[in-house]
């Protein structure tokens, strides 16, 4: 069975920043394009980044370019998200996601930049 669990978000300050973790399990990481969406309240879910299956390649949204990078651990296998100089307008609910065979979500965690 296949899971995605996300954890690290929280209240941050502006021009603070989080690390957002997704624990993977039941898959294998090379067969899955791994990415972060976020759903702000109101609008709809948009990708901030992705790793292609071999873990290069990164891509990021405009939004966030130059502010959130994302990584990978295959020994946890565990997908991570930095985020710097977070700015309010980042606050949403972010979601870990699998693209390969199937698609798989994670739960999500929320992000709120306020002062």
């Known amino acids: 069975q296949v899971h995605l669990v996300e954890s690290g978000g929280g209240l941050v300050q502006p021009e603070g920043s989080l690390r957002l973790s997704c624990a993977v399990s039941g898959l294998t990481l090379n067969d899955y394009i791994l990415g972060w969406h976020r759903q702000a309240p109101g609008k709809e879910r948009e990708l901030v980044a992705s790793?292609?299956?071999?873990?290069?390649?990164?891509f990021y949204s405009d939004s966030v370019k130059g502010r959130f990078t994302i990584s990978r651990d295959d020994d946890s296998k565990t997908v991570y998200l930095q985020m710097n100089n977070l700015k309010p307008e980042d606050t949403a609910v972010y979601y870990c996601?699998?693209?390969?065979?199937?698609?798989?979500w994670g739960q999500g965690t929320q992000v709120t930049v306020a002062s």
């Open positions: 790793l292609s299956k071999s873990g290069k390649s990164p």
């Open positions: 996601k699998a693209t390969g065979w199937s698609v798989y």
